[in-house]
């Protein structure tokens, strides 16, 4: 089916509704679209790990939670026009085939700064104060062990960050009332004067790693950063320094990091994501009590839902109405002959209909 001349239809990936079709969160943002009566929403019918071209095949706009998207996805994209992630990570997005297919993949920028960082900051502070054990002692009646577990402040301590994005500054920002040392980041796509205006030093990945009592991950996963953290880069760090990745699986060499907590070569881990997702069988850093674990959506509350729908709708509300929209992935698409042909016959199309019940 292509666009019937009266709407601009979204579709929603399946996995935002339960089986009863009953939507799994709070708020997803959708009363973006609510003054624009000329765009439909759908559901997707089932759930599927990698998005089918049947699936998109009526579809303007689709907002994707966890399938990926493939050339597959995309091989049929007659009125196809954008591809929405809801977030900010887009590795399993085949981009190339997207801006090939003339479709835009966008993100969320900047919707999920102040979760990740807040839970960034909670996983610092849980680490260093051991709150998992002593959760346990309490649980187990092992009261009198308390004495082995002392904690240690996040004061006079120091933060490094790979990567040097939205979501790490708002944790330097988050974490500058608690007394710590200038904060140190590596990323080689920022400019030194800029990271000063923030207060941060930039250094190289050796230096960061030894110097660093907390190391956290806020870079995406491409093959740039695939295995950036192995062995080599683990053996700089301090004993008693933590690592910390809410980022996406690959970027650490899990073999490596389990080595390295196994023999006590760093103070412990914090992981919110994983190599292979999702984590269906009991994880092997679960015996590590000085590790702490969460099924990628330690950062996942209310206001974040809202605030990254909110974003992600106005994004496809922008392109609809022939604005550009933010957090674009692959701006040349804009400059291909075919997406603007398409983009501009589905305005077109929209202005020949009229406007009706927009919702499925």
């Given at each position: 089916m292509t666009f019937d001349g009266e709407f601009f239809r979204v579709a929603l990936t399946a996995d935002f509704y339960d089986t009863e079709g009953v939507c799994k969160f709070k708020d997803m943002g959708?009363?973006?679209?609510?003054?624009?009566?000329?765009?439909?929403?759908?559901?997707?019918?089932?759930?599927?790990?990698?998005?089918?071209?049947?699936?998109?095949?009526?579809?303007?706009?689709?907002?994707?939670?966890?399938?990926?998207?493939?050339?597959?996805?995309?091989?049929?994209?007659?009125?196809?026009?954008?591809?929405?992630?809801?977030?900010?990570?887009y590795d399993s997005v085949d981009v190339g085939a997207c801006t090939e297919a003339d479709v835009v993949v966008l993100i969320t920028s900047g919707a999920v700064d102040r979760s990740v960082a807040e839970a960034t900051v909670g996983w610092m502070i849980a680490l260093t104060h051991h709150m998992r054990?002593?959760?346990?002692?309490?649980?187990?009646?092992e009261w009198d062990a308390r004495t082995g577990y002392m904690g240690s402040e996040l004061r006079d301590r120091t933060f490094g960050a790979v990567g040097l994005?939205?979501?790490?500054?708002?944790?330097?920002?988050?974490?500058?009332?608690?007394?710590?040392?200038?904060?140190l980041a590596f990323d080689p796509y920022v400019d030194p004067g800029e990271a000063g205006r923030l207060g941060v030093a930039l250094v190289s990945?050796?230096?960061?790693?030894?110097?660093?009592?907390?190391?956290?991950?806020?870079?995406?996963?491409?093959?740039?950063?695939?295995?950036?953290?192995?062995?080599?880069?683990l053996s700089a760090m301090k004993r008693s320094a933590f690592l910390i990745n809410t980022a996406r699986g690959g970027i650490v060499d899990e073999n490596a990091l389990y080595d390295a907590l196994?023999?006590?070569?760093?103070?412990?881990?914090?992981?919110?994501?994983?190599?292979?997702?999702?984590?269906?069988?009991?994880?092997?850093?679960?015996?590590?009590?000085?590790?702490?674990l969460a099924p990628h959506s330690v950062a996942w509350t209310d206001e974040l839902f809202r605030d990254i729908g909110l974003a992600a709708c106005r994004s496809m509300v922008d392109l609809s109405l022939g604005a550009l929209p933010r957090g674009v992935i692959n701006p040349e698409v804009f400059d291909r002959r075919g997406f603007q042909e398409k983009w501009a016959r589905l305005r077109r199309r929209r202005d020949r209909g009229g406007c009706g019940n927009r919702r499925a």
């Amino acid at each position: 089916m292509t666009f019937d001349g009266e709407f601009f239809r979204v579709a929603l990936t399946a996995d935002f509704y339960d089986t009863e079709g009953v939507c799994k969160f709070k708020d997803m943002g959708l009363e973006a679209f609510d003054n624009h009566a000329h765009i439909k929403t759908s559901v997707f019918d089932e759930h599927r790990t990698e998005i089918g071209v049947d699936q998109v095949a009526d579809a303007q706009g689709v907002l994707v939670l966890t399938p990926e998207v493939t050339a597959e996805t995309v091989s049929a994209s007659e009125d196809l026009l954008a591809i929405g992630r809801f977030g900010v990570g887009y590795d399993s997005v085949d981009v190339g085939a997207c801006t090939e297919a003339d479709v835009v993949v966008l993100i969320t920028s900047g919707a999920v700064d102040r979760s990740v960082a807040e839970a960034t900051v909670g996983w610092m502070i849980a680490l260093t104060h051991h709150m998992r054990v002593k959760d346990r002692l309490v649980r187990t009646g092992e009261w009198d062990a308390r004495t082995g577990y002392m904690g240690s402040e996040l004061r006079d301590r120091t933060f490094g960050a790979v990567g040097l994005g939205g979501i790490a500054r708002e944790t330097v920002r988050l974490l500058g009332t608690f007394g710590m040392n200038p904060p140190l980041a590596f990323d080689p796509y920022v400019d030194p004067g800029e990271a000063g205006r923030l207060g941060v030093a930039l250094v190289s990945l050796k230096e960061l790693m030894a110097a660093s009592d907390f190391v956290s991950v806020h870079c995406p996963l491409t093959r740039e950063t695939e295995g950036l953290i192995g062995r080599r880069e683990l053996s700089a760090m301090k004993r008693s320094a933590f690592l910390i990745n809410t980022a996406r699986g690959g970027i650490v060499d899990e073999n490596a990091l389990y080595d390295a907590l196994e023999s006590d070569a760093i103070g412990g881990a914090a992981l919110d994501c994983f190599e292979v997702e999702p984590v269906v069988e009991p994880q092997r850093f679960g015996r590590f009590d000085n590790v702490l674990l969460a099924p990628h959506s330690v950062a996942w509350t209310d206001e974040l839902f809202r605030d990254i729908g909110l974003a992600a709708c106005r994004s496809m509300v922008d392109l609809s109405l022939g604005a550009l929209p933010r957090g674009v992935i692959n701006p040349e698409v804009f400059d291909r002959r075919g997406f603007q042909e398409k983009w501009a016959r589905l305005r077109r199309r929209r202005d020949r209909g009229g406007c009706g019940n927009r919702r499925a």
